[in-house]
């Protein structure tokens, strides 16, 4: 795949899973922008590292559940780079706890969060991709939202909700030549998984097929497959990578 002259936008980039798709889309040439909330170090460290002999990479502090400042973001994506070719909406938070003890906050910080900062991103890039009739979406959804997750009341509702939202997106917007495609991972080898107690791992090792985490590489090559232009005729979809947990 070779990403030459296309602009893409991956929102929460700077680690996880987002930081692997950046990296992915940098290695195919894609001039890549993308935001982070409070993470600045390692959203520098990301810039530098990639930008070692490609300059077309950039960085922007967005909190998404703010509408204005995801408008913002899309304009200075635009400014710089010219109009986007796909959007990436993998910026995510989890407040887990079950039903029972779980606050208001906790509930809204992650429905603002996951599922209202995608539906702005969206509601952002649709008008300038429907007029220049090519597009693509690609919505980080989650196992959680497929098949539910104890503790997790809020953020399977977030993700079965970007689901529903990216189902209804893709039939508005085909006809346009943009697409909309989710993509949900299961447990794969970031950051969070690494600091489950051993224990936990194993318990959750039984539970996958296939016996073993994912790597955020390999969701990143499903995303970047899908930004690309061979997966031209693929929309309203949902990709689960989860070593068949959601057989």
């Given at each position: 795949?070779?990403?030459?002259?296309?602009?893409?936008?991956?929102?929460?980039?700077?680690?996880?899973?987002?930081?692997?798709?950046?990296?992915?889309?940098?290695?195919?040439?894609?001039?890549?922008?993308?935001?982070?909330?409070?993470?600045?170090?390692?959203?520098?460290?990301?810039?530098?590292?990639?930008?070692?002999?490609?300059?077309?990479?950039?960085?922007?502090?967005?909190?998404?559940?703010?509408?204005?400042?995801?408008?913002?973001?899309?304009?200075?994506?635009?400014?710089?780079?010219?109009?986007?070719?796909?959007?990436?909406?993998?910026?995510?938070?989890?407040?887990?706890?079950?039903?029972?003890?779980?606050?208001?906050?906790?509930?809204?910080?992650?429905?603002?969060?996951?599922?209202?900062?995608?539906?702005?991103?969206?509601?952002?890039?649709?008008?300038?991709?429907?007029?220049?009739?090519?597009?693509?979406?690609?919505?980080?959804?989650?196992?959680?939202?497929?098949?539910?997750?104890?503790?997790?009341?809020?953020?399977?509702?977030?993700?079965?909700?970007?689901?529903?939202?990216?189902?209804?997106?893709?039939?508005?917007?085909?006809?346009?030549?943009?697409?909309?495609?989710?993509?949900?991972?299961?447990?794969?080898?970031?950051?969070?998984?690494?600091?489950?107690?051993?224990?936990?791992?194993?318990?959750?090792?039984?539970?996958?097929?296939?016996?073993?985490?994912?790597?955020?590489r390999e969701v990143a090559s499903l995303v970047c497959y899908l930004l690309s232009d061979d997966a031209g005729y693929i929309t309203g979809q949902v990709l689960t990578i989860a070593g068949g947990?959601?057989?």
């Amino acid at each position: 795949m070779n990403f030459e002259g296309k602009t893409i936008l991956v929102t929460g980039g700077s680690r996880g899973i987002g930081c692997e798709i950046v990296r992915a889309l940098a290695r195919v040439k894609a001039r890549v922008a993308f935001t982070f909330h409070q993470r600045e170090d390692a959203a520098k460290a990301l810039v530098e590292e990639l930008s070692q002999g490609n300059s077309n990479i950039l960085a922007i502090r967005c909190d998404n559940r703010d509408p204005e400042a995801v408008r913002s973001t899309v304009e200075q994506v635009t400014g710089n780079f010219g109009p986007l070719d796909g959007l990436v909406n993998n910026a995510g938070i989890t407040r887990d706890r079950p039903l029972f003890m779980m606050t208001h906050e906790e509930w809204h910080d992650v429905i603002d969060t996951d599922l209202t900062g995608t539906f702005s991103f969206c509601r952002a890039v649709i008008v300038s991709m429907s007029k220049k009739s090519s597009g693509k979406i690609v919505n980080i959804g989650s196992i959680s939202g497929v098949i539910g997750n104890r503790g997790q009341v809020n953020y399977s509702a977030a993700k079965a909700g970007i689901i529903g939202l990216t189902k209804a997106l893709a039939k508005e917007t085909a006809r346009f030549g943009v697409t909309a495609n989710v993509v949900a991972p299961g447990y794969i080898d970031t950051e969070m998984i690494g600091r489950l107690p051993e224990k936990v791992r194993r318990e959750i090792l039984d539970q996958i097929p296939m016996g073993r985490f994912g790597t955020a590489r390999e969701v990143a090559s499903l995303v970047c497959y899908l930004l690309s232009d061979d997966a031209g005729y693929i929309t309203g979809q949902v990709l689960t990578i989860a070593g068949g947990l959601a057989i």
